[in-house]
């Protein structure tokens, strides 16, 4: 469950309170040395600024960022951001988020300020940069689980019923993606989109929270290593991805060691056990 | 041509991005888990999956076929998904059209799993069937990856599939040719199948369809062959 608006907000103007070293009640005193650690190491965001935090790690190019807004709209931020940086350059991302913040991973840098210069907060445009982030984060394909089992796509068989259904079963990602390439205008797959705009994304509070954000200041830090309020976003594996570079540069850029073993293979000749490599 | 040129028990073969494997000597296309008439299956249950798989499975057969000028088909098992499909009228009529055009093609079905229920296809469509194993020396045509003492085994079943894991958490998956020293595992053909899981043995090369092309991975680097 994600937090409401308005408790989005009281958390919010706690952090602007610890930022003032107003620390009130049992609950801000347990936290105290984790918002100290976090001051220590970036800042505590005022409730009229947006923290933006820049760390490199193993992993890769973190940009992390902390509207305080709630995980849906956080997730709807995630793509949309990734979305828009990556209409600028090729480049790969996988997001994250929670109630706090979202985070944006990539394996090269990202050209931030290009971004902020080219609008990545505006609140315009946002009527087809939300279906077309949307689509990038195959959020609707995530969705249309729920919908396919709704619809009897997803077919379990009758309870008791001793008769193999196994033939008329498929996964919802493979329907869906059917759907989408031989059935784009299936209403199915309209409600996909249309319940992830509205339940999950909760449209109008996405506009909200980016008209709050450029109606305030950004705060960009460069940090040495992940801030106490990155921590949580950090180690969310079940990330969605958003891209704008080709299938075969991204797998390229996995699969580089071997590359150049392809093409020619020796195997099983003459009774010869294992392998022979070589032209 | 693009593609990956593989030698298979002495045998120069080449992996093809259509999911498919040509062997220039026989001049044969072998592929397999082709599930004809899947959705039709599913529409005859009530569940409507929308047409025209069909046709873009047919154009990429069809595109490797030119692209190698192959004289005869070779289909690893589960041409047709189920009885259902199989009867069904309109996937019928396709694969007749498509059958028309090319007369001179030979076509060998070595049977698998899902041939035995769904039954061999119609004379209509003149292709030859088979029991497995059938021997095609020096290679041994499997629907099921059987290892075999008489030759290298060509198998399906398994329509295997590799998760490659990159930086920054990046995941792709993609369709895989599993090359063992005894046996080579084909991708599934189907547009509209599911994918299953192969453990990468030690040895085991993988190489996957990347779009166009045949990349070959280092098995370190693939998380699980599950796709």
């Known amino acids: 469950m994600a937090i409401s608006p308005i408790l989005a907000a009281s958390v ?12 009130n009640g049992a609950e801000m005193a347990a936290v105290r040395p984790i918002l100290e650690t976090q001051a220590r190491w970036s800042v505590l965001p005022a409730s009229d600024e947006l923290l933006v935090e820049r760390v490199r790690t193993r992993e890769g190019h973190h940009l992390f960022f902390y509207p305080v807004e709630g995980r849906l709209v956080h997730e709807g931020l995630a793509a949309l951001f990734a979305y828009r940086i990556a209409q600028l350059a090729p480049i790969s991302f996988t997001l994250a988020a929670n109630d706090y913040g979202l985070e944006l991973l ?15 907060f505006s609140s315009a445009n946002l009527l087809h940069d939300i279906p077309a982030s949307l689509n990038a984060a195959e959020l609707a394909r995530r969705q249309f689980r729920e919908i396919a089992r709704v619809a009897g796509l997803v077919f379990q068989g009758y309870p008791g019923l001793a008769k193999s259904v196994k033939q008329v079963q498929a996964s919802s990602e493979l329907l869906y993606d059917v759907f989408a390439r031989y059935d784009p205008d299936n209403l199915l797959l309209f409600q996909a989109h249309r319940e992830v705009l509205e339940r999950q994304l909760e449209q109008s509070r996405l506009g909200h929270a980016l008209e709050r954000i450029s109606g305030g200041r950004i705060v960009v830090q460069e940090v040495e290593r992940p801030t106490p309020l ?33 093409g020619h293979i020796h195997f099983g000749r003459g009774g010869h056990r294992g392998f022979r490599s070589g032209g | 041509m693009s593609g990956a040129l593989a030698d298979l028990a002495g045998e120069e073969v080449l992996l093809l991005p259509e999911h498919a494997l040509y062997w220039p000597r026989a001049a044969a296309l072998i592929v397999a888990d082709l599930h004809w008439g899947k959705a039709a299956t599913f529409r005859a249950a009530g569940i409507p999956i929308p047409p025209g798989g069909t046709g873009e499975d047919l154009a990429r057969l069809d595109r490797a076929l030119l692209r190698t000028g192959a004289r005869r088909l070779i289909v690893l ?12 009228l309109e996937t019928l009529a396709e694969l007749g059209r498509w059958r028309l055009a090319r007369t001179d093609l030979e076509i060998l079905l070595v049977r698998g799993n899902h041939d035995r229920r769904a039954g061999d296809p119609p004379p209509g469509l003149a292709i030859e069937c088979a029991d497995a194993p059938a021997e095609l020396p020096p290679f041994v045509l499997h629907h099921h990856p059987t290892e075999s003492r008489t030759g290298y085994v060509l198998a399906g079943h398994l329509h295997p599939g590799v998760t490659l894991v990159g930086p920054a958490h990046l995941r792709e998956r993609l369709p895989c040719f599993v090359v063992r020293p005894k046996m080579t595992i084909l991708p599934a ?18 190489f996957a369809i990347v779009d166009q092309d045949i990349l070959q991975l280092d098995p370190a680097l693939v998380r699980g062959a599950a796709l």
């Open chain 1, 12 to 23: 919010r103007r706690k952090l602007d309170e610890a930022r003032r070293g107003i620390f």
């Open chain 2, 77 to 88: 098992g589960d041409l047709f998904h189920a009885r259902a499909g199989r009867a069904a």
């Open chain 2, 189 to 206: 053909f189907g547009g509209f199948t599911g994918h299953g899981t192969v453990d990468p043995e030690p040895g085991d090369r993988l």
């Open chain 1, 106 to 120: 990539s394996p090269e840098a990202v050209p931030l300020d290009e971004a902020l210069e080219a609008g990545l």
């Open chain 1, 230 to 262: 990155a921590f949580a976003l950090l180690v969310d594996r079940a990330r969605e991805q958003v891209s704008s570079e080709k299938l075969s540069d991204r797998v390229r850029r996995m699969a580089a060691p071997l590359e150049r073993a392809a």
